[in-house]
């Protein structure tokens, strides 16, 4: 005979106990998730921002070689050109030129240069955040432009004026928290 006062009895869990598990797990999903969902805007900004990077150091190296080889002048022939030319190594989501913009089949997260426009263009694959009043889909437009003295304020570069450099500027006001311009 056995002593039930003795023996302890096993119970599983009851089902108030379940539910508090199932519902802790499911709210650390759920901000496991956001978390992720806000990553991957975070990593996408890193990654426009690197690439921005290189090709401003291009830029310096080829800016560097012309001026030695040819004198500051010889900067104003860069203006127009594609920034992404001056890389040794493209983006993996680079996919080329085009002549006008309406003309690119580029999807979220490609870079592609407007010929006609001279602008590097980025379409901006989570835009969850980003804000521009440039009308078409989410996208960064940059070009090269020529840092010069504007002496008679005419916005265009005459050869009496000095030359400071070349930068790669934005060509639509944009706002995308965490990405510096």
Known sequence: MHNRAGMKRQRGFTLLELALVVSFIAILIVIAIDRMWSL???AEKASVMQVIGGLRSALGLQIAKRVVDGGIRSIVALESTNPMSMLSVKPARYVGEVVQEAQSLA????WYFVTAAGYLV?????PEEFHSDSGGPPRLR???Q???????????HDASEAIYGLDLVAVDPYTWPGFAH
């Not at 999807?107 to 490609?110: F, L, R, T």
């Not at 020529?146 to 265009?156: P, S, Y």
Request: cysteine-free; charged content about 25%; aromatic content about 16%.
């Open 142 to 144: 940059f070009k090269l």
């Open 40 to 42: 991957r805007a975070e």
């Open 146 to 156: 020529l840092q010069f003295d504007d002496n008679n304020a005419n916005g265009v």
């Open 122 to 126: 980025y379409r901006i694959q989570f």
């Open 107 to 110: 999807q979220p997260g490609d």
